[in-house]
């Protein structure tokens, strides 16, 4: 992931499992709005995975390979999937959202990951000197 510096993980607490685990986050405007742009399909495979806040909806413009979407709420319930999001599409918009993590096409199905499972987002420690 080009430009994108894993800091964390996505758990599924619900299913146990983990769905990222070098997860990069997008919490600035330009990081929000640049996402996934510019990174190989190759480079974006099981274990990655993109956690976007504050987000309630996503566009995969200018991509090259599709995605799985997870809609969180505050809580990190989740309230909405997408299922191989296509490039050059946008995703509904969900007003319950706080944010959206992006994953590698066919982890959801291959996690079983649905409606209502509870994800919990792992940061790692920032080393201080």
Known sequence: MPGLIPQGQAFNQTRQLYLATH???AETHWSRLRGL???PA???GNGCGLWI???RGIHTLAMGFPIDV???D???RVVHLEHNLQPWRFSPVRMQAASVLELPSHTLARTETALGDR???RMKMKETS
Do not use: Q, S
Request: glycine letters at 14%.
């Open 70 to 72: 997870v809609y969180l």
């Open 119 to 121: 994800i919990e987002i």
């Open 74 to 76: 505050r809580a990190g």
């Open 23 to 25: 997860m990069a986050v």
């Open 37 to 39: 742009l510019g990174t």
């Open 42 to 44: 190759g480079d974006f």
């Open 53 to 55: 806040r504050p987000c």
